[in-house]
T-cell receptor, first 111, second 115 residues
Framework: DQQVKQNSPSLSVQEGRISILNCDYT??????FLWYKKYPAEGPTFLIS?????DKNEDGRFTVFLNKSAKHLSLHIVPSQPGDSAVYFC??????????FGPGTRLSVLP | DAMVIQNPRYQVTQFGKPVTLSCSQT?????MYWYQQKSSQAPKLLFH???????NEADTPDNFQSRRPNTSFCFLDIRSPGLGDAAMYLC??????????????FGQGTRLTVV
């Protein structure tokens, strides 16, 4: 049973436009959410996180939105750049619970 | 500078031949994790150490073992690799192990091929 879901395996976006990656979770005990970026043949790199006490966190071109009632979070990248092309993993955790990852969304930013 | 280092990056082993993957960290984090990731799937937690306290996931096969001789190093031993064990193995560290709001830092992974 997947506790963290990323229903879009892939996404293509034009350079300069907004990329929106979505993530849903089922466990209401999760209180900390993270996004990781992964290039081929490399380990995931931490990108941005959000605590459940917030509904938005912004870091440069990256913004994460959290909708607790819908158990949904999204990562917005604007403007998208070709270097953003990678697989993006959503992860969730809570006190006493280790990180649970979604299956990832492959983002392709087209020049 | 790399903070979580995995060796080797690529490992080829024979079916049934024991293999050890290694991970070291310079972050002095309490927690070290081993994940298995197969193509297009979520990284799957195999086990983790909180300091010296070993925590096995319920569905991790007995074929997989781990050792943490000190804070900096952690090893993944696969006693009898099968073809289904071919995957990317990711080591990660964190300060609080999910017990505090903190991120995990990953190594570059070891791609294991079983022939």
């Amino acid at each position: 049973d997947q506790q963290v879901k990323q229903n879009s395996p892939s996404l293509s976006v034009q350079e300069g436009r907004i990329s929106i990656l979505n993530c849903d979770y089922t466990n209401s005990m999760f209180d900390y959410f993270l996004w990781y970026k992964k290039y081929p043949a490399e380990g995931p790199t931490f990108l941005i996180s959000i605590s459940s006490i917030k509904d938005k966190n912004e870091d440069g071109r990256f913004t994460v939105f959290l909708n607790k009632s819908a158990k949904h979070l999204s990562l917005h990248i604007v403007p998208s750049q070709p270097g953003d092309s990678a697989v993006y993993f959503c992860a969730a955790s809570s006190v006493g619970q280790n990180f649970v990852f979604g299956p990832g969304t492959r983002l392709s930013v087209l020049p | 500078d790399a903070m979580v280092i995995q060796n080797p990056r690529y490992q080829v082993t024979q079916f049934g031949k024991p293999v050890t993957l290694s991970c070291s960290q310079t972050l002095n984090h309490n927690v070290m994790y081993w994940y298995q990731q197969k193509s297009s799937q979520a990284p799957k937690l195999l086990f983790h150490y909180y300091d010296k306290d070993f925590n096995n996931e319920a569905d991790t096969p007995d074929n997989f073992q781990s050792r943490r001789p000190n804070t900096s190093f952690c090893f993944l031993d696969i006693r009898s690799p099968g073809l289904g064990d071919a995957a990317m193995y990711l080591c990660a560290t964190s300060r609080g192990g999910g017990r505090a709001n903190t991120e995990a830092f990953f190594g570059q992974g070891t791609r294991l091929t079983v022939v």
